[in-house]
Nanobody, 126 residues
Framework: QVQLVESGGGLVQPGDSLTISCTAS????????MGWFRQAAGKEREGISC????????NYADSVKGRFRISKDNAKKTVYLQMNNLNPEDPGMYYC???????????????????WGQGTNVTVGS
């Protein structure tokens, strides 16, 4: 019954900012490593960001470094992804992921990770 539920996706214009969130239930949130993946139409799934369970160290894909920021609130069992200066390379389905293993061990395409959310869609442009 472990679940991750994303929210906050939508349509934005290039250069806009958007924050999406992921709320967990059914497991000990603070014991898991949390991260975000995305998949655009016609493209491979890619890891976007990851945050450690205790020290809060973060990792980012090169494509989003300096523009996106991951954070979490253990009391709310929620992880956030603040996305700034969105561009046409950023749209896609964004998935929240939870896993017991450290960020640097994660497969770049998300293979073998334990818990996945249903996704929230981000569209850039109109």
């Amino acid at each position: 019954q472990v679940q991750l539920v994303e929210s906050g996706g939508g349509l934005v214009q290039p250069g806009d900012s958007l924050t999406i969130s992921c709320t967990a239930s059914g497991y000990t949130f603070a014991s898991k490593i949390m991260g975000w993946f995305r998949q655009a139409a016609g493209k491979e799934r890619e890891g976007i960001s990851c945050i450690s369970s205790d020290e809060g160290n973060t990792n980012y894909a090169d494509s989003v470094k300096g523009r996106f920021r991951i954070s979490k609130d253990n009391a709310k069992k929620t992880v956030y992804l603040q996305m700034n200066n969105l561009n046409p390379e950023d749209p896609g389905m964004y998935y929240c992921v939870a896993d017991r293993h450290p960020c640097l061990s994660w497969d770049p395409k998300g293979r073998h990770l334990e818990i996945w959310g249903q996704g929230t869609n981000v569209t850039v442009g109109s």
